[in-house]
């Protein structure tokens, strides 16, 4: 099994400011994925990651919003652009070796936006 | 109608029950189900991995997946107070790497 450390664990940000989230797998996956969780809700999509590509984003969410890097295949940020309350959530990421594999989750970032 | 139905509880059984857990699909290429179990203010933790139909078994966990009734279980013998989270199935397949993940189903296991 993979471990996925995530940082930060938690953050309280400022209305129109940005937060950067990363994740560092402790070996190679072929892919990453960011998802968003609202309390008590099952989690939502919000991009896959594959190294050396453009992520691939959701319906719902655009690449100004939530711009996503994945310069190897250990690591990958997620940004959260120009934040409003309604961007309050719990923040995932997810790595798997692929289709065929099952896929390991980091602890989360909890995000709320004063 | 979504692609993952599970209900989402809250659950409540007492310590040393056996404990089901269910999910129902309507995508006929889904090949690889998941269980995640997650703690309040935690991310998903793998539990259960396993490949079309059958049972695996993990100590006091038993995945069970039959593909024709598109349903699958977790059962969780013998459960125990820190088996209270939220549990997630999760499925996928073809060549989709993305998950579809049902609602979450809260257990509360009591004393």
């Known amino acids: 099994s993979a471990v996925i450390s995530q940082k930060p664990s938690r953050d309280i940000c400022q209305r129109g400011t940005s937060l950067t989230i990363q994740c560092q797998v402790d070996s190679q996956v072929t892919m990453m994925f960011w998802y968003r969780q609202q309390p008590g809700q099952s989690l939502t999509l919000i991009a896959t990651a594959n190294q050396g590509s453009e992520a691939t984003y959701e319906s719902g969410f655009v690449i100004d919003k939530f711009p996503i890097s994945r310069p190897n295949l250990t690591f990958s940020t997620l940004t959260v652009s120009n934040m409003s309350p309604e961007d309050s959530s719990i923040y995932l990421c997810?790595?798997?070796?692929?289709?065929?594999?099952?896929?390991?989750f980091g602890q989360g970032t909890r995000l709320t936006v004063v | 109608q979504k692609e993952v139905e599970q209900d989402p509880g809250p659950l409540s059984v007492p310590e040393g029950a056996i404990v089901s857990l269910n999910c129902t699909y309507s995508?006929?290429?889904?090949?690889?189900f998941m269980w995640y179990r997650q703690y309040s203010r935690k991310g998903p933790e793998l539990l259960m991995y396993t490949y079309s139909s059958g049972n695996k078994e993990d100590g006091r966990f038993t995945a069970q997946v039959d593909k024709s009734s598109k349903y699958i279980s977790l059962f969780i013998r013998d459960s125990q107070p820190s088996d209270s989270a939220t549990y997630l199935c999760a499925m996928k397949g073809g060549t989709a790497s993305k998950l579809t993940f049902g609602t979450g189903t809260r257990l509360q296991v009591t004393l």
């Open positions: 995508n006929s290429a889904f090949q690889y």
């Open positions: 997810s790595g798997s070796g692929g289709a065929y594999t099952e896929a390991f």
